[in-house]
Each structure stands twice: as C-alpha cells, then as structure tokens.
C-alpha cells in the first residue's frame, strides 16, 4: 500500500512538472519584440498623454497623420544610429518633412531612448523645458509618433510636430 501511495504521489509531481514546464515554454515563446499591435498600441498611448497634457493647458488636441507617422519612423530610426536632432548624413531634422512631401508652417521634433512606457516617456519630456515647449506650442496641429527597437532591444522614438503652409 505505501508503495502505490508513494508512486502516485511522484506520477503527480511529474505531471505537475511536465504541465509546468509546458506552460512556461509558451510564456516564453511570447517574449519577442514587440508587435505591431503593440507599437500601435504604444504610439496612441503616446498621442492620447500629449493631448491630456495639452487639454490642461486649454490648446487643441493634435491630430495623427499618417505621413507624419511615416515620417517620425524614419527619424526614430536614424535617432537609433545618430542620437540628434542632426540626421546621420549631416543634415537638419527638419529635412525629413521634403522627403515625404510636406510643407510646413510650423515644425517640431522631440526623441527619446530606453523607455519602457509612453507614461514614462511623456512625464520625462513635460520635465524638460524644450519638448515640454513643443508639446504645449499651440501652433502644432498634427503629431507623428515614431518607434523602432535596435538589435539590442533598446527602443527610439520620435515626436514630429506639424503644421502645413498655407502653400499646400
């Protein structure tokens, strides 16, 4: 008898064990750069905390633009090989808005590095007179949130600010 209760006792531990390992695994296997739904997910969270702050102040919200985004991508990327509002090959930031065809009134380009949420993020930049200055101008209409994570796993972004001329 003791014997039976002592191999039931371990065919549970096994299972238990083999259960425990399998669900581990899967965890794991989760833990991957983020996906699109997360950027997604990250970058509206970014423009939903721009707009709080700016609705405190009484300004409009910022409205997205899918040019922008496309935009404020590429200049999180080149801030993940040349961390600077100067663009690798040498020049200004603001060069990137000719590049998608956009004329501009009013421009503006906030970067970061490292953060884990938008949270974090958008309190270190209202701490920081310059990007506090660009998220309250209110001569900006719309905002592009850009993302790109490096081999490393480190994130960059951007925050690229616009306002079209009136030539457009």
Not at 100 to 117: D, H, I, P, R, V
Not at 158 to 165: G, W
Request: with cysteine; hydrophobic share 40%.
């Amino acid at each position: 008898m003791r014997k039976r209760a002592l191999y039931r006792a371990n065919v549970l531990i096994l299972a238990f064990i083999l259960c425990f390992s399998c669900l581990s695994m899967g965890a794991f296997a989760n833990e991957t750069a983020p996906g699109e739904d997360d950027v997604g997910t990250f970058k509206a969270r970014v423009v939903e905390l721009v707009n709080a702050e700016r609705a405190k102040e009484g300004l409009a919200e910022l409205l997205e633009l899918e040019t922008l985004t496309a935009a404020a991508d590429l200049r999180a990327y080149e801030s993940a090989q040349s961390f600077s509002h100067t663009r690798p090959n040498g020049q200004r930031c603001f060069t990137v808005f000719s590049e998608y065809s956009m004329k501009y009134k009013a421009a503006g380009e906030n970067l970061a590095y490292g953060f884990k949420t938008p949270e974090a993020m958008i309190e270190a930049w209202m701490n920081s007179e310059s990007h506090r200055a660009n998220i309250l101008d209110p001569d900006f209409t719309y905002i592009g949130i850009g993302y790109y994570v490096n081999e490393n796993g480190r994130g960059y972004y951007s925050q690229l600010f616009y306002t079209p001329s009136d030539s457009v």
